[in-house]
């Protein structure tokens, strides 16, 4: 079936970075988009960028400021997400969601982020 | 960027009640692009509804959507047990894409 499965959760320190991965299958990996979505502890959701699998063509949300790097290994079926320069306030579940398109579909279990010193 | 605002916040209904959800658009959305999802304690959202009113695959036909231009709104005609749960409609036809603040639908 259809699945996505994210990487383990992670406890960083503030100014480190974070990669998290999610491995696709049970579809043509590189016929859908990928996006990444952040929820902050009782916070909304919050799209931060997505990835095209098939050219790796990105586009990543103003909000994060240039410190977001979405990546995709085609031969492994796997989106990375790479946030920079941590902060307090990134403590949150990151999940990856493929694009229908219109909206996303399927969603990973989510990866839980704490950024703690 | 759009500021989705969803309304009420928390929503107190008895199982076979009807639930109505609104989600209001700070300026107008593309109804292709506005979806709405179901999450609960400890899990990812799910896709219910995409483009206003088309359900997802496996979303039983209670759950309906409709709407257009800044206003949108999800149905839900008779409530389950199961269908309690924290709401969030979304657009991104315009970027960034942004989600509402969420519905929560408590049990009454």
């Known amino acids: 079936q259809v699945q996505l499965v994210q990487s383990a959760a992670e406890v960083k320190k503030p100014g480190a970075s974070v990669k998290v991965s999610c491995k696709a299958s049970g579809y043509t990996f590189t016929s859908y988009a990928m996006h990444w979505v952040r929820q902050a502890p009782g916070q909304r959701l919050e799209w931060m960028g997505w990835?095209?699998?098939?050219?790796?063509?990105?586009r990543y949300s103003q909000n994060f400021q240039g410190r977001v790097t979405i990546t995709r290994d085609t031969s492994a079926s796997t989106v990375y997400m790479e946030l920079n320069s941590l902060r307090s306030e990134d403590t949150a579940v990151f999940y990856c969601?493929?694009?229908?398109?219109?909206?996303?579909?399927?969603w990973g279990q989510g990866t839980m982020v704490t950024v703690s010193s | 960027e759009i500021v989705l605002t969803q309304s009420p916040g928390t929503l107190s209904l008895s199982p076979g009640e009807r639930a109505t959800l609104s989600c209001r658009a700070s300026q107008s959305v593309s109804s292709r692009y506005l979806a709405w999802y179901q999450q609960k304690p400890g899990q990812a959202p799910r896709l219910l509804i995409y483009g206003a009113s088309s359900r997802a695959t496996g979303i039983p036909d209670r759950f309906s959507g409709s709407g257009s231009g800044t206003d949108f709104t999800l149905t839900i005609s008779r409530l389950e047990p199961e269908d309690f749960a924290v709401y969030y409609c979304q657009q991104y036809g315009s970027s960034p894409g942004t989600f509402g603040q969420g519905t929560k639908l408590e049990i009454k």
């Open positions: 990835i095209n699998a098939g050219n790796g063509n990105t």
């Open positions: 969601a493929r694009d229908l398109p219109g909206a996303f579909d399927i």
